[in-house]
């Protein structure tokens, strides 16, 4: 349905859901609407102080948190109500299609296989494992790079798309003006894994968990050749799990699929992988939002992309794509 006719669909219909939070679930879109706004105070408060502060607590409380916890990659008790506020606002504008779930079923060297050929044909070219340690500006104007062994590129433009802690050290303060302090802002970690089983356990493609250690589950398909079927899962803001032991979170993923999907109990466990992503994004924490740089910078040709600048959205691969387009934008209304 059209928006916002899907949400109210969506709530009329969750069977999960009380009278009162229904009705509480209705309010969401203004709420959120409030917490982003410049009257509003959402930049200040945490999820959980937020969803407190407007009642959301029980049935509706368990949602929110679990996709706070998803979206922003930060504990409900610390994540950003401005941020989470954002995300849900973009649920309730956005048509249902927006949503589609995506799981590739090849590995990333394929699916961006042909991109060096595409730079080539329009005048580009890609470098592998050339380390650019700075940049060259001349009177507040970029002239071009500075790499790894002593080589030079030339260039008007550039876009960095740098990891936010990297830009720190190649960039000088006064580039970031008063949002110097976004450089030091630390990270948080994600844990996955992929447990393949000898048969499908899930009931559907993507399941949330509620209560487990596991938060999300998903079905990556049958393998080609073979009667093996793969089930990734997804653990955000892993803090107590980066430096546990890979096997212990691998038994502990295995007995909570078992105890949430019967399917699981009778199934042969083939092979399982663990995953671990220390630096997997930005920490998505109250009064970070206002240290967040636009695209453009204070050097003529110099642009940032990257989820951690000012893309309105919580630093994951949606701002990431979104910082690149707008980058480019930039960039190209610089003209020659």
């Not at 999960?16 to 939070?21: E, I, N, V, W």
């Amino acid at each position: 349905m059209p928006a916002p006719f899907h949400w109210l669909a969506a709530v009329g219909t969750c069977s999960r859901l009380s009278p009162k939070a229904k009705l509480l679930a209705l309010e969401l879109p203004r709420r959120a609407h409030a917490a982003i706004s410049r009257n509003g105070d959402g930049s200040t408060l945490t999820v959980d102080a937020w969803l407190a502060r407007i009642g959301g607590r029980g049935d509706l409380s368990a949602v929110l948190r679990s996709l706070a916890l998803a979206s922003l990659n930060e504990d409900p008790l610390e994540g950003s109500a401005e941020l989470f506020a954002a995300v849900l606002e973009r649920i309730f504008k956005s048509p249902a299609r927006s949503s589609g779930l995506a799981l590739p079923r090849r590995g990333l060297g394929e699916l961006v296989g042909g991109f060096e050929e595409y730079v080539a044909r329009r005048g580009g070219e890609v470098r592998y494992r050339s380390t650019v340690l700075g940049l060259r500006i001349d009177a507040g104007r970029l002239t071009g790079l500075s790499l790894l062994g002593g080589d030079r590129i030339d260039a008007g433009r550039v876009v960095l798309a740098v990891p936010h802690d990297r830009a720190g050290w190649m960039l000088a303060p006064e580039h970031f003006g008063d949002r110097r302090e976004i450089t030091r802002v630390p990270w948080s970690p994600i844990v996955s894994t992929v447990h393949t089983y000898d048969r499908p356990i899930l009931p559907s493609r993507f399941v949330g968990l509620l209560g487990t250690h596991t938060q999300w589950a998903f079905d990556r398909g049958k393998a080609e050749t073979k009667e093996r079927y793969a089930i990734g899962t997804v653990r955000s803001a892993a803090f107590p799990d980066v430096d546990r032991p890979g096997g212990a979170i691998l038994e502990e993923t295995a007995a909570e699929l078992a105890e949430a999907f019967p399917a699981a109990r009778g199934a042969a466990l083939l092979g399982a992988r663990v995953y671990k992503e220390r630096r997997a994004t930005m920490r998505s924490l109250p009064g970070v939002q206002c240290l967040r740089p636009p695209a453009e910078t204070g050097v003529r040709g110099l642009y940032l992309a990257g989820d951690w600048t000012d893309t309105g959205l919580p630093p994951t691969i949606e701002g990431a794509v979104l910082s690149g387009h707008r980058a480019a934008l930039a960039c190209l209304k610089e003209g020659p």
